[in-house]
Structure formats: structure tokens, C-alpha cells
Nanobody, 117 residues
């Protein structure tokens, strides 16, 4: 079973920043769109941002203004840079990879981000 690997989650103070990474060593990433999501226990998973095979980003409302998604195909890694972290950003952050024009999709197990003073 293909597994994506998120990393970079941490405990940070409000106003801080983090860069999350999503490594996908087992797949040919050039054929996949990637996305970042987050989930608070008891809540639905929330989509934040996606980036297509051409590198074009798209942001959902919760991620507009403070989040930047990017990808490095050579490193098979997708990033989510988050600025000005707020307590409400506390969640487990997940990435997914969805093959273009296909139903093939993979997920990671998530990385915990905690924003607290």
C-alpha cells in the first residue's frame, strides 16, 4: 500500500511559521495532483490547498493569505508553508496525491500542528 509521509508538524507559538513536507517516494509524482488538508478531532477533514501537475496552486478559504503550497518533483515532495499561525490552526495536517484523470488516490497519516503559547 502506497503511503505518503508528512513531516514538519510541531508545537509553535502564535505568530510563528512552519513548513510541512509531504514525501511521496513510491509514486511518479509528475502524474499526480497533490493536496493538503487538516482535521481537528470530532470535526470533518478540511481541504486547504491543492497543486496540480503543472504547479498551479489553488487555495480554499481557510488557507487564503497565510498558506503557500509548492512542489518539488525532483525531490518527490510537496510543501505547505504556513505563516502567522493561530491557535485555530491546531490540527492534524494530511496530504493526498490524486492521479490526474484517474480515481487512484493516496493519503498520508498526518502530522500534528499545535499552536499555543
Amino acid at each position: 500500500q502506497v503511503q505518503l509521509m508528512e513531516s514538519g508538524g510541531d508545537l509553535v507559538q502564535p505568530g510563528g511559521s512552519l513548513r510541512l513536507s509531504c514525501a511521496a517516494p513510491e509514486i511518479n509524482v509528475v502524474f499526480f495532483n497533490f493536496g493538503w488538508h487538516r482535521q481537528v478531532p470530532g470535526n470533518r477533514r478540511e481541504e486547504l490547498a491543492s497543486i496540480d501537475t503543472e504547479g498551479t496552486p489553488m487555495y480554499q478559504n481557510p488557507a487564503k493569505g497565510r498558506f503557500i503550497i509548492s512542489r518539488d518533483n525532483a525531490l518527490k515532495t510537496v510543501y505547505l508553508q504556513i505563516y502567522d499561525l493561530r491557535p485555530e490552526d491546531t490540527a492534524v495536517y494530511f496530504c493526498n496525491a490524486k492521479m490526474k484523470s484517474s480515481s487512484v488516490e493516496y493519503w498520508g497519516r498526518g502530522t500534528q500542528v499545535t499552536v499555543s503559547s
